[in-house]
């Protein structure tokens, strides 16, 4: 009997499933996930596996965007440790971030809270152009082989995991299912039933390298561009070197162009990346679910059903996932409690 039915197996909807457990109580065994592609699969409609990913200053400036930064940061430990430890693909590194302007004073108060080692950089050590910089100790995580260890965690617990799918959302109620949780990502655009307008992708290629001898992440953000570098950790030394943020572009085609590129600002970015010959393993594309006004986590009564909406990560769904995720489960339990009232 499936209870609750959680659309999509992407890095939203195994935050969400977690939550459901360890936050609503939901016995593991009446939840069943359901998703075109499962952790280990690759597709361009599958955005989590092409994630850098780290924990960074990409997210808005809004208090709750803020908040879902903080309540993820600060829970990765525990969820870390019950995957078994750092060898789970998740694990802390230390990180740079540049700024061409300035960036929003609340944000840097915001994370100035609660991030370990954060510690604004000296005008004097900025590097030529730059107007503003942070170290800090950031979570990285090595994306594919974290969602395949998340899956696996989950499935021991007692939760199902189906590979479906479907045309309409409705179709995601089971025998037996009060609510679903829709998390789609760039599915939601097409989704009977959801067909959500607002949601666009925001396209990203990146180079990946073998360069055990980078361990640290470093970001500058420019008014136009976004340069990153970012070591997967348990991976055999596997660094990401990106990227492009593309709004409205649906291609998963890599360009030439766009590698040389990467490479150039990577580089000079942080040049001891060339201390050790440049080996390229694979160039990829991939799709942010980005959403306009943001992510979309609401409860929706379907006749005598649930339906919560997760999506819309955008380029933060590792980094702030984990607090969305809480968000949609604490809106599910009051809104169940608000059902048994009745
Ligand atoms: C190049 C790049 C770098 C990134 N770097 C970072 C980073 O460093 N840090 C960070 O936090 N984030 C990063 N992101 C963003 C992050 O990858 C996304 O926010 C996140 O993966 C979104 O997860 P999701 O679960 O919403 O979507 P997805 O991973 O796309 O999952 C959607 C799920 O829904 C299923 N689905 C959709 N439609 C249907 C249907 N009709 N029937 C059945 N199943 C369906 C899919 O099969 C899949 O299981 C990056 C993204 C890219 C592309």
Known sequence: MSNVVVLGSGIVG?????CLVTEAGVPPASITVIGKHLPGDQSINYTSPWAGGNFSCITPNDPETLSWDKYTYTHLQELQKKLGGAACGLDKRPSTEIWDENPNDKK?????????????????????????????????FNCPFFLANFKTYLEK?????V?????????????????????????AFSLDGVKDSK????????VVVKAPHVQENCVRWGPTY????????????????????????????????????????????????????LDVIRVVAGLRPSRQGGPRIEVEHVEDHL????????????????GMAHKAVALYSKARRDVAKL
Request: proline residues 6%; neutral net charge; glycine residues 12%.
């Open 199 to 206: 949601v666009y992708p925001t396209r990203g290629q990146v």
């Open 108 to 140: 840097i108060a915001a994370l100035s809270q609660y991030i370990e080692d954060f510690r604004i950089i000296p005008a004097a050590e900025l590097p030529a152009g730059a107007k503003f910089g942070v170290s800090l100790t950031t979570w990285n």
């Open 226 to 277: 976004a340069t990153y570098i970012i070591p997967r950790p348990h991976s055999n030394g596997e660094l990401v070197l990106g990227g492009f943020l593309q709004k409205g572009n649906w291609t998963g085609d890599t360009f030439e162009l766009e590698t040389a590129d990467i490479i150039r600002r990577t580089t000079a970015l942080l040049p001891k990346i060339l201390d050790k010959p």
């Open 14 to 18: 195994l935050y969400t499933t977690y």
């Open 163 to 187: 590979r479906k799918e479907l045309t309409y959302v409705s179709q995601a109620y089971l025998p037996g299912t009060h609510t679903v949780f829709n998390c789609t990502g760039l599915g």
């Open 157 to 161: 617990l007692g939760v199902t995991f």
């Open 307 to 322: 339906l919560v909406h997760n999506y819309g990560a955008g380029g933060y769904g590792y980094q702030a996932g984990f």
